[in-house]
């Protein structure tokens, strides 16, 4: 029974502190600190709630609040910032304009092995058999599987990510208001699939 009444009591209070704090419209933008440069997907969180968004692209955010709310700024790479949402605001609405400094945070060196201890590097360096001259090393790395690895993680140049943004570019506006063909339709498709069929180039 006494714990129901301190339940009930609990609540009470907290709907009376919940009524006396108003709803803001919290919105604004975050900027760096040295060239006033957005800072996008930043973190903005209520302390007391673990409540809030993030930032776009563009350092904007946008979220409803409480006056009295102490609010976090964080990014990677940038200190943290707070912030208090004053209590005599006479709009519902408040913007700001939240200036993050970056952090330097200077990270040891760490060197990454495929050995799990010393002692198995050592009995690998030991029994490892290098190839004795230019000829055969350059064929084991030409090989196809070690070709084929180097080609899936290898990034694409200037050139190409231009020509192929230049070709999505045109496709978009030369299929716009229309829907893209299909070659499942596509009589001179079909004739070249007939025709490879027929010549077996399918088949190596």
Same mark, same amino acid.
């Given at each position: 029974m006494n714990i129901k009444r301190f339940l009930?009591?609990?609540s009470c209070l907290v709907a009376l502190h919940m009524s006396g704090q108003e709803v803001v419209q919290f919105s604004g933008i975050i900027v760096t600190g040295d060239s006033l440069t957005p800072v996008p997907y930043a973190s903005i969180i209520i302390e007391s709630t673990n409540r809030g968004t993030t930032?776009?692209?563009y350092g904007y955010f946008s979220f409803v609040a409480q006056e009295n709310d102490t609010v976090l700024f %964080?990014?990677?790479g940038y200190r943290k910032a707070r912030f208090i949402i004053p209590d005599s605001l006479s709009d519902k609405r408040y913007s700001l304009i939240q200036v993050l400094f970056t952090d330097t945070v200077q990270l040891g060196e760490v060197y990454v092995y495929p050995w799990p201890s010393r002692e198995a590097f050592a009995e690998a360096f030991i029994n490892a058999s290098a190839p004795s001259d230019d000829l055969s090393r350059a064929r084991e790395n030409?090989?196809?599987?070690r070709m084929l690895v180097m080609m899936e993680t290898m990034d694409r140049d200037g050139f190409t990510n231009y020509?192929? %943004?230049?070709?999505e570019y045109n496709d978009q506006i030369y299929y716009s208001g229309q829907a893209p063909p299909i070659n499942l339709m596509n009589p001179v498709a079909w004739a070249s699939f007939i025709q490879a069929l027929r010549d077996g180039s399918l088949k190596r």
């Amino acid at each position: 029974m006494n714990i129901k009444r301190f339940l009930l009591f609990f609540s009470c209070l907290v709907a009376l502190h919940m009524s006396g704090q108003e709803v803001v419209q919290f919105s604004g933008i975050i900027v760096t600190g040295d060239s006033l440069t957005p800072v996008p997907y930043a973190s903005i969180i209520i302390e007391s709630t673990n409540r809030g968004t993030t930032s776009d692209f563009y350092g904007y955010f946008s979220f409803v609040a409480q006056e009295n709310d102490t609010v976090l700024f %964080s990014a990677l790479g940038y200190r943290k910032a707070r912030f208090i949402i004053p209590d005599s605001l006479s709009d519902k609405r408040y913007s700001l304009i939240q200036v993050l400094f970056t952090d330097t945070v200077q990270l040891g060196e760490v060197y990454v092995y495929p050995w799990p201890s010393r002692e198995a590097f050592a009995e690998a360096f030991i029994n490892a058999s290098a190839p004795s001259d230019d000829l055969s090393r350059a064929r084991e790395n030409l090989t196809p599987s070690r070709m084929l690895v180097m080609m899936e993680t290898m990034d694409r140049d200037g050139f190409t990510n231009y020509k192929l %943004s230049t070709q999505e570019y045109n496709d978009q506006i030369y299929y716009s208001g229309q829907a893209p063909p299909i070659n499942l339709m596509n009589p001179v498709a079909w004739a070249s699939f007939i025709q490879a069929l027929r010549d077996g180039s399918l088949k190596r």
